[in-house]
């Protein structure tokens, strides 16, 4: 359900030529980097990479930092990333730089798999020579920072339901939400983040069925901060993940005028996956089309690559 898929009759050689060419002439052919780069999988890409580096003994990376500026700069690097080193990547510079990214650590532990995550945490290891664990540890504080730090163990059950242990579980949040000691919270998040998403819908109707309220209604009502934040995001990346990410994209154009950073970060991050998913929530959801506010919002060739990896259809234009 991705947006790119692997460019029939792929040639990695033709490719490295022509990005070697738009890139070493004298004004830097903006339109053919979009047109290879957004038009080519993750796979293929590295491909492109590899036949670059034979060919002119140069790193591709390092050159599109070198020939391009600010958010188009940001777009074309960041697809050159595999997926797990990307995610390590802006978990990184969330943790380390001027100030912590809270809401770019909750998008990317919130809806990682197992598997992604112990991908993502052997690239941080291998890019930062440090240990995501060690870095959300110092970084971050209180029970967000437990929780993010239960998150990253990558521990959760996976395929596993217990409909006997359901009730008892949702009896567990309930109480979490009307107590609120640290205690409490702690089970919270340890049911939360460990238990199978089989387990967790059927927890959620549970939680329901006693307390008449549904499960975000009363994180909403109870906590508050990054940890409200977080929790929320687990549930609904549980639920429908492709939800999750319309509605993250619809604050990021929306709500802070266009925080780049996280609309580059999910297109990126999801075009292989469920983009597609992504923009028909979008669209059920906002009554516009994803492809329609990028448009409005973003310009230049910013605008094209970003518009390149969401893909559009005839009506959204």
């Not at 792929?10 to 979009?34: H, R, T, W, Y």
């Not at 940001?74 to 912590?100: F, N, Q, R, T």
């Not at 730090?149 to 579980?169: C, F, H, I, K, V």
């Amino acid at each position: 359900q991705g947006t790119i898929l692997p460019a029939p009759n792929f040639n990695p050689i033709m490719d490295a030529q022509l990005l070697g060419g738009a890139l070493q002439g004298i004004s830097c052919e903006k339109d053919v980097l979009i047109d290879i780069l957004t038009q080519r999988c993750n796979s293929q890409r590295l491909m492109i990479a590899e036949a670059y580096r034979d060919m002119y003994s140069r790193d591709l990376i390092t050159d599109l930092k070198e020939n391009l500026s600010h958010h188009f700069k940001e777009v074309m690097v960041g697809l050159m990333y595999p997926p797990a080193s990307y995610d390590a990547h802006e978990l990184w510079h969330a943790l380390k730089g001027l100030d912590i990214e809270e809401k770019c650590l909750i998008d990317i532990l919130a809806s990682r798999s197992n598997m992604e995550i112990f991908q993502m945490k052997e690239a941080y290891l291998m890019q930062y020579n440090t240990d995501l664990q060690q870095d959300i540890d110092s970084e971050t504080s209180g029970h967000f920072r437990d929780t993010l730090m239960n998150l990253a163990q990558g521990t959760r059950m996976e395929g596993y339901a217990d409909p006997s242990t359901a009730a008892q579980d949702a009896m567990i949040l309930w109480e979490a939400c009307q107590q609120k000691t640290g205690e409490h919270k702690n089970m919270l998040q340890m049911i939360l983040c460990n238990r199978s998403h089989q387990q967790l819908w059927m927890v959620f109707q549970e939680f329901q069925n006693i307390s008449g309220q549904d499960i975000v209604d009363a994180i909403n009502e109870c906590y508050d901060g990054y940890f409200q934040e977080l929790l929320v995001a687990i549930v609904l990346c549980i639920r429908d993940k492709p939800s999750y990410f319309a509605y993250r994209l619809y604050n990021a154009i929306h709500d802070f005028g266009f925080h780049n950073k996280t609309v580059i970060r999910i297109l990126i991050a999801r075009s292989e996956i469920d983009l597609m998913n992504i923009r028909q929530r979008y669209k059920e959801r906002y009554g516009k089309s994803l492809f329609h506010d990028i448009k409005h919002f973003a310009s230049g060739h910013y605008e094209s690559a970003l518009l390149a990896i969401c893909a559009g259809d005839t009506e959204d234009y």
